[in-house]
């Protein structure tokens, strides 16, 4: 039983990052535009189904096929930005507009993913070496997934760090993000930061969307609310400013989704994460949106 | 004059009420069921989201409550077929109060996530509660609405339900003229100041939440008795949010929102089925419900009014203002409510 516990633990904190990385592309999106952007989701969906084209029909190494993925998924952050938030900001459209805007773009990408690609799940095999035989501690049983998204998320975590607390870049984007108009004062360039925070916000999903392949498979899965809501949950767990906190609500929602289909029942998982995100917004202190 | 002024909106609703007679094509009959049954859904979402300021992206969870509750009750209890309506209204409704709970405490874009996961809790529950609604499979076999002995034909439901929409609309008209619907709309504009001026908020929350939950559940055991089949696929959540696109297309802030986005949001997809680009249509309509959006923020609604207005004001026909019920009022500040409370508003 001991076995089956820590077996659990490790598997659920890893799937935990990864939505805590979702959710931390959104803290960046809501810290600097104070909105959620619904088509979160589909940036994993995108960095998925490039990444698959780019190793399996280009033929790169996976290395590389990774960073022009989320490259790419950046870019098209800069294009959300200019075709969508911008127009809606020019004509004073509130919340609710962007909302909308953003689940109908969403689905648009998701039918246009599956005029690319079809709608049929892609297999991606040796990814992660998920085709190897999974690591044995005594009776633990430990994938090879857990330990690279440990190890990617690890590299992340420390990079971004760095470069939001070492690089004029990364600090002007926390200024930016605490105060715009103050900000503009020290002679930031509050639209370039706002640029490059709907690149990182992205890409950051994009990146996490790659790392759910062996859980998902490249399939419009990813592209679906429930992980998005999700990713929302851990960021609203790390109170909505926090980047790092919402990883750690992710490492919590990925344990409790593990343990409730443990002792449970696997039919309900999502039915008790949803009533969790109630109940914890409707207990936080201050829920002012 | 001024009567001419308002004599084109009715001629275009006797246009539209028109239709199915000209129209043999059973299946555009069809979908102009299906487009009043959605206007019926948005209508509640504008009383909610434009009127009152609560977000709800949840709303396929009533939607579908009230289908499968007139489903279970006339084909399992035995209910005739208007008790069942009547009854899934009523059961959404309580429900409905029940949702109104968070947003005492919640509120914009967490009062969204709320209710995403209670449309997505409900929609998880119609797919697992195998013994309640048979999952996945589908629950067959709804009987249609009976007018004496003879079965309603397609025609007549688009009657019925146009009735239906009309009695809603117009509900809707008499609320928001009255003293809860000032305050409805006070406490969208700043929730504190209403408090302030006296008004409840709570209790206009749990009344709007119900309201707009009685809406859905009504075009729900409507959908339930047009199509004689329910499937949880018409219930997942991007249901919810084509709901709300259409309330937004429509104009949040107009009563006639919910009808004219119900309306729009429903054909588009139908106009945009050509023969051999069938899978590029819901792209095509995706796209196009967001550029709409992202042009007219304030929806159709106001954009044509504002039209109207004007091309009446050029042609010198009547005043300007007039015409505009419902958007021009939109504005209703803590403090007139107060004052229509003081001069006997209630």
């Not at chain 1, 004073?92 to 049929?120: C, P, Q, Y």
């Not at chain 1, 490492?251 to 999502?270: K, M």
Request: glycine share 12%.
């Amino acid at each position: 039983m001991l076995s089956l516990v820590i077996q659990n633990a490790v598997a659920g904190s890893a799937i935990g990052l990864l939505y805590g990385l979702i959710g931390l592309g959104v803290v960046l999106f809501f810290q600097t535009t104070n909105l959620m952007n619904f088509a979160h989701i589909s940036s994993a969906m995108l960095g998925a189904y490039l990444c698959y084209t780019y190793t399996v029909m280009w033929k790169l190494p996976f290395a590389l096929a990774i960073v022009m993925a989320v490259m790419s998924v950046a870019l098209y952050g800069l294009l959300l930005k200019r075709f969508v938030y911008a127009p809606l900001a020019k004509r004073k459209g509130g919340r609710l507009e962007f909302i909308i805007a953003t689940l109908m773009l969403s689905v648009f990408l998701l039918n246009a993913v599956i005029v690319v690609w079809g709608g049929v799940p892609l297999p991606f095999q040796g990814l992660f070496g998920s085709d190897r035989f999974p690591i044995f501690l005594g009776n633990v049983v430990i994938q090879y997934h857990s330990l690279f998204v440990l190890a990617y998320i690890t590299v992340f975590v420390i990079a971004l760090q760095y470069f939001f607390t070492r690089t004029m870049t990364g600090k002007s984007l926390r200024a930016v993000a605490q105060n715009p108009r103050a900000a503009r004062l020290m002679g930031i360039n509050v639209d370039r930061m706002l640029n490059l925070s709907f690149m990182l916000s992205t890409g950051v999903t994009a990146l996490a969307g790659i790392l759910l392949i062996p859980v998902y498979f490249v399939s419009l899965d990813l592209g679906s609310g429930i992980i998005g809501v999700k990713g929302f949950a851990c960021a609203v767990m790390g109170g909505m400013k926090r980047p790092y906190q919402a990883l750690l609500g992710g490492v919590l929602i990925g344990l409790a989704e593990n343990f409730v289909v443990l002792f449970v029942s696997s039919t309900y998982r999502d039915v008790i994460t949803f009533l969790f995100l109630i109940i914890f917004l409707v207990l936080r202190k201050q829920a002012e949106a | 004059m001024e009567r001419f002024k308002k004599v084109i909106p009715l001629l275009a609703v006797a246009l539209f009420l028109v239709i199915p007679l000209v129209d043999d094509n059973q299946y555009h009959v069809y979908m102009l069921n299906r487009a009043l049954i959605n206007c019926m859904v948005a209508t509640g979402l504008v009383a909610l989201t434009g009127f009152a300021g609560q977000m709800s992206l949840g709303h396929a969870a009533f939607y579908g409550i009230g289908a499968y509750a007139t489903a279970l009750l006339t084909v399992r209890v035995g209910f005739p077929v208007w008790l069942g309506i009547i009854s899934a209204g009523a059961i959404c409704l309580l429900v409905g109060m029940v949702l109104s709970l968070p947003s005492f405490k919640v509120s914009g874009f967490y009062l969204s996530l709320v209710t995403i996961s209670f449309g997505n809790i409900v929609w998880m529950l119609i797919v697992n509660w195998h013994s309640l609604t048979r999952g996945p499979l589908g629950f067959p076999g709804i009987p249609s609405i009976t007018l004496g002995t003879q079965p309603l034909s397609r025609v007549g439901f688009f009657y019925v339900s146009a009735v239906v929409l009309g009695l809603m609309t117009l509900a809707l008209y008499r609320l928001s003229r009255s003293y809860i619907g000032r305050g409805m709309k006070a406490m969208s504009d700043d929730e504190q100041a209403t408090e302030t001026a006296g008004i409840d908020t709570k209790r206009m929350k749990v009344l709007v939440f119900s309201l707009s939950a009685l809406y859905g559940g009504i075009a729900g055991g409507l959908y339930a008795h047009l199509s004689n089949f329910l499937s949880p696929e018409s219930f997942v959540f991007s249901e919810s949010a084509n709901f709300v696109a259409m309330a937004v297309v429509g104009g949040l802030r107009s009563i006639y929102g919910g009808v004219v986005g119900g309306l729009v949001v429903t054909i588009i997809p139908e106009l945009l089925r050509v023969k051999g680009w069938e899978i590029y249509y819901l792209m095509g309509s995706s796209l196009a419900i967001l550029l709409l959006v992202i042009m007219l923020p304030s929806g159709i609604a106001p954009a044509v009014q504002n039209v109207y207005n004007r091309l009446g004001a050029r042609l010198g026909i009547g005043g300007s203002g007039s015409g505009s019920n419902g958007n021009g009022s939109g504005n209703g500040s803590a403090a007139a409510v107060r004052g229509d409370s003081k001069s006997g508003g209630r």
